[in-house]
């Protein structure tokens, strides 16, 4: 298995502010998921992130306003840049162990942007 | 592009009773299939997955979900519920392959279940 770790739990925000999120991998993994979850919805896949290259995005999602940075197998930043009210959600990484179908996830960032 | 459909939006029932979580994919190729539990202001957290050999899977908590290629389907079964149970189930699915590491997810179920 592998322990996802991410750092801020929750945060505060003002609009127009940017606020970072990591995620910390217990064992090296090849990629990593940044997900997107509204309060009562479903998970919304943001972007994956290989080390060495850039994220590639979802529909609906930008480098400019959610760049990720992924500078080694784990580790893996997700910012929100220019925040909005509409930002407000939890945030969550995940990855796939080696050699294994099971996708594992870290508890979440709640971001609220006021 | 593969994508999963749960019919349910909430589902009620008593401690002690069955319950059935409906989940159905569309995608031509080979797929892994899984379930994710999340309590409420909780993370996600792993209830069973299948990717070939036998169609029934067992998993944590005495949970267990079915494969049926024919009826694209792969329903979370449980015998008898529990008020620890009551979460919102979300059904997954990605495709298998250099880029099929992404998950898909449901809109989820709530399940609400009654003492």
């Known amino acids: 298995s592998v322990l996802l770790y991410q750092k801020p739990n929750r945060d505060i925000c003002q609009s127009g502010t940017s606020l970072k999120i990591q995620c910390v991998a217990d064992?090296?993994?090849?990629?990593m998921f940044w997900y997107q979850q509204f309060q009562e919805q479903s998970l919304m896949l943001m972007a994956t992130a290989n080390e060495g290259s850039e994220a590639t995005y979802e529909s609906g999602f930008t480098k400019d306003k959610f760049p990720i940075s992924r500078p080694n197998l784990t580790f893996s930043t997700l910012t929100v840049n220019n925040a909005r009210p509409g930002d407000s959600s939890i945030y969550f990484c995940?990855?796939?162990?080696?050699?294994?179908?099971?996708?594992?996830f870290g508890k979440g960032t709640r971001l609220t942007v006021v | 592009t593969q994508t999963v459909s749960q019919s349910d939006a909430h589902v009620t029932v008593f401690e002690g009773d069955s319950v059935e979580l409906r989940c159905n994919y569309s995608y031509g190729g080979s797929i892994y299939l899984s379930w994710y539990i999340q309590h409420h202001g909780r993370g996600l957290q792993f209830l069973l997955k299948?990717?070939?050999?036998?169609?029934v899977v067992q998993g944590v908590n005495g949970f267990k979900a079915e494969f049926s290629k024919s009826d694209s389907s792969f329903h979370l079964r449980k015998a008898s519920v529990h008020w620890s149970d009551s979460a919102v189930y979300f059904c997954a699915v990605s495709a298998r392959g250099s880029s099929g590491n992404k998950l898909i997810f449901g809109i989820g179920t709530l399940l609400s279940v009654k003492p």
């Open positions: 064992s090296q993994v090849v990629s």
């Open positions: 299948y990717y070939s050999g036998n169609p």
């Open positions: 995940s990855s796939r162990g080696q050699g294994n179908t099971e996708v594992f």
